[in-house]
């Protein structure tokens, strides 16, 4: 069974950063390669909204506009894992995220989540 695991996450002033990674277990690296994999967030009271996108092969990315120029989604594949480098943190990117997949294009989500890992941006 598919299970992602976040990590990276916590308390951050504004203008700081934090790397996310998602570790995928229970596939192959030759599976793990050919998804395409994304980043959600929620806030509190807020839905869960689409941040980045990632795809397997070309690795093309994409952003939600909210985080473009701050963010950057990249991946592993030898690893099973993506990153969120998240640079300029600002107190609206409080929320817990999550990673997911293996879905293409955002923001459709795929049918794998991890359990979410808090960031926090507050001075």
């Known amino acids: 069974q598919v299970q992602l695991a976040e990590s990276g996450g916590g308390l951050v002033q504004p203008g700081g950063s934090l790397r996310l990674s998602c570790e995928a277990s229970g596939l192959t690296v030759d599976t793990f390669s050919r998804y395409a994999m994304m980043w959600f967030r929620q806030a509190p009271e807020k839905e869960r909204e689409w941040v980045a996108g990632i795809t397997n092969l070309d690795t093309t990315t994409r952003y939600a506009d909210s985080v473009k120029g701050r963010f950057t989604i990249s991946r592993d594949n030898a690893k099973k894992t993506i990153y969120l480098q998240m640079n300029n943190l600002k107190p609206e990117d409080t929320a817990v995220y999550y990673c997911?997949?293996?879905?293409?294009?955002?923001?459709?989500?795929?049918?794998?989540w991890g359990q979410g890992s808090q960031v926090t941006v507050s001075s």
């Open positions: 997911n997949g293996p879905s293409w294009p955002p923001p459709n989500p795929g049918p794998h």
